[in-house]
């Protein structure tokens, strides 16, 4: 009878330890950062860059002053094949928010030594209008809550380029600089 007592005994302690370590869920240690959640339940970190805003004179947005992100380097090092789903678990400050308000993915237009994507044209005081631009915005369905303060993002049918993903900061009004993570699909 008492060995059953202990046996019952170190099984309990043996799941008290173990069950919260298992239990637990990986997420980006910082804002901004995101992972690849595997098909085998690893992780593998995307690139973080940081992103330069640009403005000024824009022939190829027909634009007087257009906003610009640019991004060094013409190609990220975290590739993907297409036609594969991807999961991104995405670091935000916390997961209260809808993610489609907070987070962007941007598909870029890659040149040898940088990424960029036009975020909006201001064209005032022309017969131009001014606007955002939505059109090199990857549009996602939703997201869920991953852990206390990620989302995890499911993207299907990417085409074949660069793309960024950026989280805005909703408690923050002046963001200071902007960190993108950075993928591929070949």
Do not use: H
Not at 49 to 78: M, P, V, W
Not at 122 to 135: E, H, I, Q, Y
Request: charged fraction near 20%.
């Amino acid at each position: 009878m008492k060995k059953y007592n202990l046996s019952f005994l170190i099984l309990n302690i043996f799941l008290v330890v173990n069950l919260p370590l298992k239990a637990q869920i990986n997420e980006p240690d910082f804002v901004g950062e995101s992972y690849l959640l595997k098909t085998d339940g690893s992780f593998s970190q995307l690139d973080k860059a940081i992103g330069n805003f640009t403005s000024g004179l824009s022939f190829s947005s027909n634009s007087f002053n257009a906003l610009s992100l640019e991004i060094d380097g013409g190609k990220a090092q975290a590739r993907f094949s297409s036609g594969e789903p991807l999961q991104l678990i995405v670091r935000a400050v916390d997961n209260d928010s809808d993610p489609l308000s907070i987070i962007t993915i941007y598909k870029f237009k890659a040149k040898k030594s940088t990424r960029s994507v036009l975020i909006s044209k201001d064209n005032s005081g022309t017969l131009m209008k001014s606007r955002t631009s939505s059109k090199d915005i990857v549009l996602f369905n939703g997201g869920k809550k991953y852990g206390t303060s990620s989302y995890l993002i499911t993207l299907k049918g990417l085409a074949t380029g660069e793309y960024g993903i950026i989280v805005s900061n909703p408690n923050s009004k002046d963001e200071k600089r902007v960190v993108v993570s950075c993928f591929a699909i070949d």
